[in-house]
């Protein structure tokens, strides 16, 4: 027998007995198995409810982590023996006790009577100062902290003198509702308002019939309000378009700064009739809002966007049109666009009223109105901010808030700035095939430096 014949017998050998090692341990695997469930068949407690071989601590665990509420398990009294990391935002346990007496009264008559009660509790929440997180305000969409915290309370008896107490956030849901009811109300008074007046005028037209002064004046007042109602209509469709995703489908590589000279002009006249400069910067330095019909532009690399241009228009003709009704006369509305780290900003600023802090994460809501006796003075739909919020969000971009009652607001459009291999052989609108001019606001990522020695603030209402 020579060498090779010895390794290949001690190889089968081996292999033999690594086989019957396997098929003992499996064996024994399964002898000791039953042997548990014999051992554990007479006490059903003992074992875990998903199986004999599965683990019942770490199981408890992932699944109360799994539970989409939150999980205290406390004595009658109140003692807490376990809070779920879900638990620890509500802060309702403190020195190991519950500290909510609201909850406690809850758990207190489940002990009593042995049932499970379930309950909506509101909680007081103090979160201190709110710090604006990018140094721009507040992003559309956003919401401040509220000071009230509303939670759904179900507490059980689970044995053992144990009690299980399930949380759940329903904020966000609780404010959610208040919007949809107060987007109910102001959308049926928007709608009222105009219509009921136009009726009551055509009556009061035809009781003047024989005096042509009269009958003059109630018909200019009709005009008025069919040409609001007309405008509420029209922002409703630009609103219902603005929410479309085709916004994107029509995108192209466009100038910012033909952007916002485009709004600027848009609003021109109403600045002129307020007694409002408007002035546009770049880089901090003032340029031409408009530029004659013989002028050249100046040969400098301008901010570019891919985005639908009559989108971004009109977003930025909104912010620069609520500035306008929202400024006292002889005040400056600076407009300014920048470029940086990639991302292109379109800042609109004022030195109106401002916008009370409990607003600032509503005033992009569908007719939402600050001071809704200001805004019947001062006219619009209640839409504009929110057809602007849209516009900007399905180009691909944000839109912020920063804003004192009585210092003025900034907004501020922040998008992607478009890759120059974007670029086409003619650039797509108004402009030339050169573009104007790179424009900064000059104002500081805080949203609190000036344009032009103007102070911060676009306060937009609608």
């Given amino acids: 027998m020579d060498i090779s014949q010895i390794v290949v017998i001690v190889v089968l050998a081996v292999l033999a007995l690594a086989w019957v090692a396997v098929i003992a341990y499996n064996k024994g695997r399964v002898s000791g198995r039953l042997a548990a469930e014999q051992d554990l068949s007479g006490d059903e407690d003992a074992r875990s409810l998903f199986g004999v071989d599965v683990p019942v601590r770490p199981t408890e665990r992932r699944l109360i982590e799994a539970l989409p509420e939150a999980l205290i398990v406390t004595d009658r009294n109140g003692l807490v023996q376990y809070a779920s990391p879900g638990s620890v935002p509500f802060a309702l346990v403190s020195g190991g006790r519950l500290n909510s007496r609201e909850i406690e009264d809850i758990l207190t008559q489940v002990a009593n009577d042995g049932g499970v009660r379930e309950r909506e509790v509101r909680l007081p929440v103090n979160h201190g100062a709110y710090p604006s997180s990018n140094g721009r305000g507040l992003e559309a969409g956003q919401s401040r902290p509220s000071n009230t915290m509303y939670l759904r309370v179900r507490i059980g008896d689970i044995g053992d003198d144990l009690y299980a107490i399930f949380i759940n956030d329903m904020s966000e849901q609780r404010r959610f509702e208040a919007v949809r009811r107060d987007f109910v109300t102001n959308v049926s008074h928007e709608l009222k308002t105009p219509a009921g007046a136009i009726s009551l005028l055509a009556e009061t037209v035809t009781d003047a019939a024989d005096d042509p002064d009269a009958v003059r004046y109630f018909s200019g007042r009709i005009s008025k309000e069919s040409a609001r109602l007309t405008e509420l209509v029209h922002h409703l469709i630009d609103l219902q378009r603005a929410q479309s995703p085709q916004g994107m489908i029509n995108a192209r590589r466009i100038c910012a700064l033909d952007v916002a000279r485009a709004a600027i002009a848009d609003n021109q006249v109403q600045a002129d009739s307020r007694h409002v400069d408007i002035c546009l910067s770049v880089n901090g330095k003032p340029v031409p809002t408009r530029l004659a019909d013989d002028a050249v532009a100046p040969q400098v690399a301008a901010p570019m966007i891919k985005a639908d241009r009559e989108a971004m228009q009109t977003a930025v003709k909104n912010l620069v049109e609520n500035a306008i009704h929202y400024s006292p006369e002889h005040t400056t509305v600076a407009v300014g666009v920048a470029e940086r780290d990639g991302k292109v900003t379109i800042r609109v600023v004022d030195q109106g009223i401002g916008i009370p802090a409990k607003s600032l994460d509503r005033i992009f809501e569908r007719f939402y109105r600050v001071d809704p006796a200001r805004s019947r003075e ?41 890759a120059d291999e974007d670029d086409e052989s003619t650039q797509d609108g108004d402009g030339a095939d050169t573009p104007s001019a790179a424009v900064s606001d000059g104002a500081p990522d805080g949203g609190h430096g000036g344009h032009g020695g103007t102070p911060n603030g676009s306060a937009a209402r609608e």
């Fill in 378 to 418: 001062t006219g619009g739909s209640g839409l504009g901010l929110a057809i602007t919020k849209h516009c900007v969000q399905e180009n691909g971009g944000r839109i912020s808030v920063w804003s004192r009652k009585g210092e003025g607001s900034t907004f501020t459009i922040e998008l992607p700035a478009a």
